[in-house]
């Protein structure tokens, strides 16, 4: 309906679409319209390509076989699992065609971190995707001061904190070049929003991490996407770490009573992936573990 020599023609949502004259023609599309096409809605995966870091255990190795699945080239990154990675690789190639490369190298070290992004981006000529999946941690008396050691404190902050913003800033300037932007999805912990975890060291260093993501998100928009992951108690090599009996009394206290399926926490990160809407979030996966936070 026009109402004027220049009215605004909306659509059934209310949204102005197109500014218009007395002839009903579109004369400019609108601000939002342009952006909409720009963004390329939704966000797919095919033929993208994926680092992952710490990609061949645990969790990351459900992620990066995840990621291949959809049909994104794989960069798996591992520090001692050499023989591991060759075997996903082998596996990933022979079921989904994908490209996939092995990398080593220590997320604790800078150079390790600007290392493992220029090879995958030199293996696959781009980058679209990092998941920052390596973490360090080791287990000690949470209430002991005495117990964490120096070097502790400092791997922590060095993996926890550090490498994530080594890895995306080295990926920036490919994620700025690509038409749809990069992705930065960072495996944190429900450790980073209670006082509690495997370590005071990990505990504190996965909140600094969350602060990290935020910032991140704040300040490399729009054509970078930020995000974080937080498992509950996922029953990996290193899940099972924790005593029987602590199981069982994180089971009690998850509002679904059950420890956190692997394969749901790690399609969490593929469906990130592809939300283009979504920046600066904290998505928690823990069977309603960590309550009211």
Same mark, same amino acid.
């Not at 029987?244 to 679904?256: H, I, S, T, V």
């Given at each position: 309906? *026009?109402?004027?020599?220049?009215?605004?023609?909306?659509?059934?949502?209310?949204?102005?679409?197109?500014?218009?004259?007395?002839?009903? *023609?579109?004369?400019?599309? &609108?601000?939002?319209?342009?952006?909409?096409?720009?963004?390329?809605?939704?966000?797919?995966?095919?033929?993208?390509?994926?680092?992952?870091?710490?990609?061949?255990?645990?969790?990351?190795?459900?992620?990066?076989?995840?990621?291949?699945?959809?049909?994104?080239?794989?960069?798996?990154?591992?520090?001692?699992?050499?023989?591991?990675?060759?075997?996903?690789?082998?596996?990933?190639?022979?079921? /989904?065609?994908?490209?996939?490369?092995?990398?080593?190298?220590?997320? +604790?070290?800078?150079?390790?971190? *600007?290392?493992?992004?220029? $090879?995958?981006?030199?293996?696959?000529?781009?980058?679209?995707?990092?998941?920052?999946?390596?973490?360090?941690?080791?287990?000690?008396?949470?209430?002991?001061? +005495?117990?964490?050691?120096?070097?502790?404190?400092?791997?922590? @902050?060095?993996?926890?904190?550090?490498?994530?913003?080594?890895?995306?800033? $080295?990926?920036?300037?490919?994620?700025?070049?690509?038409?749809?932007?990069?992705?930065?999805?960072?495996?944190?912990?429900?450790?980073?929003?209670?006082?509690?975890?495997?370590?005071?060291? @990990?505990?504190?260093?996965?909140?600094?991490?969350?602060?990290?993501?935020?910032?991140?998100?704040?300040?490399?928009?729009?054509?970078?996407?930020?995000?974080?992951?937080?498992?509950?108690?996922?029953?990996?090599? /290193?899940?099972?770490?924790? &005593?029987?009996?602590?199981?069982?009394?994180?089971?009690?206290?998850? @509002?679904?009573?059950?420890?956190?399926?692997? $394969?749901?926490?790690?399609?969490?990160f593929v469906d990130i992936a592809k939300n283009s809407s979504m920046t600066g979030q904290k998505i928690q996966v823990d069977s309603g573990?960590?309550?009211?936070?």
């Amino acid at each position: 309906m *026009i109402k004027s020599h220049h009215s605004l023609q909306r659509n059934y949502s209310g949204i102005c679409t197109h500014r218009v004259h007395d002839g009903g *023609i579109p004369l400019l599309p &609108s601000i939002l319209e342009a952006k909409a096409k720009k963004a390329k809605m939704p966000y797919k995966l095919a033929n993208r390509n994926v680092l992952v870091t710490g990609g061949t255990r645990g969790l990351g190795e459900i992620i990066s076989l995840k990621f291949a699945a959809e049909g994104c080239n794989v960069a798996i990154n591992y520090v001692s699992s050499g023989e591991k990675a060759q075997e996903m690789k082998k596996r990933m190639e022979r079921e /989904w065609g994908v490209k996939v490369a092995c990398l080593m190298g220590d997320m +604790s070290q800078e150079s390790d971190c *600007i290392s493992v992004v220029k $090879e995958t981006i030199k293996e696959f000529g781009g980058l679209d995707v990092i998941i920052s999946n390596a973490g360090y941690t080791r287990f000690s008396t949470f209430s002991d001061l +005495s117990a964490p050691t120096t070097d502790d404190w400092q791997k922590c @902050y060095a993996t926890n904190v550090v490498a994530q913003s080594t890895l995306l800033r $080295e990926a920036l300037p490919t994620f700025e070049a690509n038409d749809e932007g990069g992705v930065f999805i960072m495996t944190s912990s429900i450790a980073g929003v209670i006082a509690g975890g495997s370590c005071m060291p @990990y505990s504190v260093t996965k909140a600094a991490q969350l602060h990290l993501m935020k910032c991140l998100a704040a300040t490399q928009g729009p054509k970078v996407r930020v995000n974080a992951v937080l498992p509950g108690l996922v029953l990996t090599e /290193w899940g099972r770490l924790y &005593s029987e009996e602590d199981q069982e009394k994180l089971k009690d206290k998850a @509002y679904l009573k059950r420890v956190t399926d692997i $394969e749901d926490c790690a399609q969490a990160f593929v469906d990130i992936a592809k939300n283009s809407s979504m920046t600066g979030q904290k998505i928690q996966v823990d069977s309603g573990l960590a309550q009211n936070v």
